[in-house]
């Protein structure tokens, strides 16, 4: 993470300077010549400062988790310089007898990696003085069937074994991605549940060389564009349900979230899953889906994931003042959907006008479908009523609930579920005929018939649920363990 993030920040540094030096001397963002010529100070330094790094070697002892990965490093430089043509599979699949011998990788060679997979440097940098030990003995063959990234890139079906390997293992560049997006896109159905599993696997949490685009890709596979020859009633997100779930599931631990936030991706990812958040709020799970493993996936679990995520973020994206300590409260404190879908929209509206952008651009995959509109909060009608009710229930005592409603019923049927164990211990105490089992049976049934209604409805009724449960905690009617 830390080498990705690092990287990165140094990119941005360089771009920022010599899209000023491409402004200066006139020369047009469009015209990738005159960038190529445009190297500024802080490109040359960072030459520099990398090529006398390698006089402090004591420095560079790589942790032991990526010592593997540094020494294929060394070795992807050693092969360039003997040149012999290898894929990515072979070092894939080195072990420590296919080394090259001699072949010592550090913290150095991995950062010239993710230098040159972010257009930095070039592969002249595997030629520096010193870099590698030319002199190792390579190999004299290399194996011709290998598992992994090489596999798919040459064609191979996504078999389990192929799937599972590519989870547990991250990409190594940016076509091996691109690969997976493709398939994610234009795949079957199972295809596409496959490589959502792969995304959201190793390239993601430890793909230090092309973690941003895996995370841009992520946000896009969240936002997919409406066929053009879908003409169905209800929203054409729903047919994705399998899809998105996995992508849900894949990106919701706290580490994937932090992520998200430190590639500055919290507006954006939140833009893509609002309307995942209307669209299976408002839908009654009166259908679901069967997934690959056999379970039943419903409209509630996918918004249930969607929308938990979506609570998490806010938490995640602190603006800058929010970190100072002031008498009044500071300007943006007060994080809501609307100020993430404010900062998306200022992003996106903004990108690509500017020299920077387009050299930024130039790091961006070229087959990256990402939808450029602006989003507003109206867009959004049960997500912001939600908001609204969860900002007067914290502003002030609850009130309002009135009896026969569809939300009084949801209530009830949820204070039910929530206390048919102490209800069941009173009628055990009083009755043991199979009758009473009969009546508390179907007492269940119609308590889970009268939840199958939209989330967004559940969730209204939600707060007077809490609020009747603390009122009887409080009068000693239950004990606050029994609400567990």
């Not at 990526?66 to 070795?75: E, F, P, T, W, Y």
């Amino acid at each position: 993470m830390l080498l990705s993030i690092t990287t990165l920040v140094v990119a941005n540094i360089v771009e920022e300077e010599e899209s000023e030096l491409i402004d200066e001397t006139d020369g047009s963002p469009s015209n990738p010549t005159k960038e190529k010529q445009t190297t500024g100070r802080c490109r040359k330094g960072l030459i520099s400062s990398l090529q006398m790094l390698g006089d402090y070697e004591a420095l560079l002892t790589p942790p032991q988790a990526v010592c593997s990965v540094a020494n294929q490093a060394a070795a992807k430089a050693i092969m360039f310089h003997s040149g012999r043509t290898v894929g990515n599979g072979y070092y894939e699949c080195m072990s420590i007898t296919d080394m090259p011998m001699n072949c010592s990788g550090n913290l150095r060679h991995l950062i010239i990696e993710a230098c040159i997979s972010r257009n930095l440097l070039d592969t002249s940098a595997y030629l520096w003085p010193g870099y590698v030990n030319v002199r190792a003995n390579i190999p004299l063959s290399v194996p011709s069937q290998v598992p992994g990234w090489s596999s798919l890139m040459k064609g191979s079906p996504l078999t389990p074994t192929l799937i599972n390997a590519l989870v547990a293992t991250p990409a190594s560049s940016l076509p091996e991605i691109e690969k997976i997006y493709e398939i994610a896109t234009k795949g079957s159905d199972d295809e596409k549940i496959s490589a959502a599993s792969i995304l959201c696997g190793a390239s993601l949490v430890r793909g230090w060389n092309i973690q941003e685009q895996v995370v841009l890709f992520i946000i896009s596979l969240l936002s997919p564009p409406v066929p053009a020859d879908y003409s169905g009633s209800e929203s054409h997100l729903i047919r994705y349900a399998p899809f998105f779930n996995v992508l849900l599931v894949g990106i919701s631990p706290v580490d994937c979230i932090q992520i998200f936030s430190l590639h500055g991706m919290v507006p954006l990812l939140a833009g893509a899953l609002m309307p995942l958040c209307e669209v299976f709020g408002s839908t009654a799970p009166n259908g679901s889906w069967t997934l690959p493993t056999g379970e039943e996936l419903t409209s509630h679990a996918v918004f249930s994931n969607a929308f938990t995520i979506l609570l998490m973020l806010w938490k995640f994206d602190h603006p800058p003042v929010e970190h100072v300590m002031r008498d009044a409260t500071p300007v943006g404190s007060e994080r809501s959907p609307d100020y993430l879908l404010l900062v998306r929209n200022s992003k996106l509206s903004a990108f690509g006008k500017s020299a920077k952008d387009h050299l930024k651009i130039r790091r961006m995959s070229k087959i990256l479908n990402f939808c450029m509109e602006p989003i507003f909060m109206d867009s959004f009608p049960k997500l912001k009523r939600w908001y609204r009710q969860h900002q007067k229930c914290i502003a002030s005592t609850l009130s309002g609930l009135v009896q026969g409603t569809t939300v009084h019923q949801i209530v009830d049927a949820l204070l039910n579920m929530m206390f048919r164990k102490i209800g069941r211990a009173a009628q055990s105490s009083t009755s043991t005929t199979s009758g009473s089992s009969s009546s508390s049976a179907s007492g269940a049934e119609d308590i889970l018939a009268r939840l199958k209604v939209p989330a967004w409805d559940i969730l209204e009724g939600a707060p007077y649920v809490l609020d009747a449960a603390l009122t009887a905690c409080a009068h000693g009617r239950i004990a606050p363990r029994e609400l567990a």
